[in-house]
């Protein structure tokens, strides 16, 4: 008997067979199906953080063509998780996921080939599956297995009837075609968010090293500005002798000159060059190379130069919580 024409809601004609051969209504045998190690399977599946985002028009461009390939009014990108298939692109059905016993695809994406159910209604598995008995009424099912790279099934490309029916040998293998097209874009969607991440991660690194090196920059300063009343007074930090605090203010004192200028010794700290100068009191910093001697509990500095006579040494305090530190900075013989 000649194939008769049925009219879609769509608009379309597709080319039905008035009887499926009885022979031909059996899907594969559950033993045929491959064995997989589900908890492999699902590491891999989440690998392509794919789960739960958004439609991507490529994706649905793919099941748009199995549809109209295989002359069926649905057709879906169906990915398995531990208790659900969930829905990449779905053309011809409007809801994102069903639970996983329900899914003829857990079957399909374990088979080696293209997996077809000609009638589910004659299937003793399917025949009294919800999505068989009630909306969407599925009577033919084919479904081309996701394989990952390392040949994990993470789900089907699949063309979704509701008349039973038999695709072409040409059909199978556009289906075929089209699921490998599923997993090449798969595989570029997860370079992608792996070049995202390195690119994030390389930012991060970049970002740190700036900083490290600004750091390091403000630390290596030979030179720092000092404000005076309404100008700004440069001091060389070679010159520097000691600093000392007093309340709001802070003095510098120099080879030279004493300078006042207002704010902590904390932030003074920060703009002074770390490997030459060390705090040896609360009230206190001194440049090292300055230090002439320790006695006791206090640091001589090299003095200043009073016209043609000697120098005049400096004697700066050193606090009993600082004494370790500054003498783990000297060079001790």
């Known amino acids: 008997m000649p194939p008769c024409l049925l009219d879609l809601p769509t608009g379309r004609n597709r080319i039905l067979p008035t009887a499926v051969n009885p ?75 069903t639970p ?12 080696s080939d293209v997996y077809e159910v000609y009638d589910a209604t004659a299937d003793a598995r399917f025949a009294n599956n919800p999505l068989v008995t009630s909306d969407p009424n599925i009577r033919f099912y084919a479904g081309a297995p ?30 075929r075609i089209l699921a490998r097209q599923v997993m090449a874009q798969l595989e570029l969607r997860r370079v992608r968010l792996q ?49 000392e605090a007093l ?19 904390k932030d003074l700290e920060t703009k002074l060059p770390v490997r030459d100068f060390a705090r040896i009191h609360r009230k206190y910093i001194v440049r090292l190379d300055r230090i002439v001697s320790i006695e006791a509990d206090a640091a001589l500095l090299d003095g200043v130069r009073d016209g043609s006579g000697p120098r005049t040494p400096v004697r700066v305090p050193i606090g009993s919580s600082y004494k370790a530190g500054l003498l783990a900075r000297l060079n001790l013989v």
């Open 195 to 243: 070049l995202e991440d390195e690119r994030q991660k390389l930012e991060g690194v970049l970002r740190m090293a700036n900083h490290t090196g600004d750091s390091l920059y403000a630390n290596n300063r030979t030179e720092i500005f000092v404000k005076q009343d309404q100008r700004l007074v440069r001091v060389l930090t070679a010159d520097l002798q000691y600093i």
């Open 23 to 97: 022979s031909l209504n059996a899907t594969p045998p559950d033993d045929t199906l491959r064995q997989v190690n589900e908890a492999d399977r699902l590491e891999t599946l989440h690998s392509y953080q794919v789960l739960d985002t958004g439609q991507e028009q490529v994706f649905t461009d793919i099941a748009q063509l199995s549809a109209f390939i295989c002359g069926t009014p649905i057709s879906l990108v169906s990915l398995i998780d531990d208790s659900r298939q969930w829905f990449k692109a779905h053309v011809g059905l409007q809801t994102q996921q």
């Open 100 to 111: 996983r016993e329900h899914a003829f695809c857990q079957y399909a994406m374990r088979a």
């Open 247 to 265: 309340g709001d203010y802070v003095n510098l004192h120099t080879t030279r000159e004493r300078l006042t200028m207002y704010g902590t010794m």
């Open 146 to 175: 996701l394989l990952s790279p390392e040949g994990q099934p993470l789900g089907t490309l699949c063309a979704i009837d509701t008349v039973p029916r038999v695709l072409t040998a040409d059909q199978r293998d556009a289906l």
